[in-house]
Nanobody, 115 residues
Framework: QVQLVESGGGLVQAGGSLTLSCAVSGTSSSLDDIGWYRQIEGKSRDLIARISILGSPIYEESVRGRFAIFTDNDKNTVNLQMDKLRLEDTGFYYC?????????WGQGTKVTVSS
């Protein structure tokens, strides 16, 4: 069974940076098949970053130019570098397949951006 474990969240001031990590186990599928989602309180869980079939990153408009998704094959993780954080980036962040049959969700990691 595939396990996804998110980590790296925390409290950060607006304009700051965080790096989230998604540890993937129980599958031999490519790490490129894992993206990052964000769930802001009271809203749906939205896909914000993924890696296309051609290997290039694709971002939701609000994070484009500020976030970067990258994989670490040695550690079997999919990471999200988040820079220039804004108050509206506050929420829970999850990793999972960007399409098709999803894996079971992890517990997520909470990001709080303060002014």
């Amino acid at each position: 069974q595939v396990q996804l474990v998110e980590s790296g969240g925390g409290l950060v001031q607006a304009g700051g940076s965080l790096t989230l990590s998604c540890a993937v186990s129980g599958t031999s599928s490519s790490l490129d098949d894992i993206g990052w989602y964000r769930q802001i309180e009271g809203k749906s869980r939205d896909l914000i970053a993924r890696i296309s079939i051609l290997g290039s990153p694709i971002y939701e408009e609000s994070v484009r130019g500020r976030f970067a998704i990258f994989t670490d094959n040695d550690k079997n993780t999919v990471n999200l570098q988040m820079d220039k954080l804004r108050l509206e980036d506050t929420g829970f962040y999850y990793c999972n397949r960007p399409s098709g049959r999803l894996h079971s969700w992890g517990q997520g990691t909470k990001v709080t951006v303060s002014s």
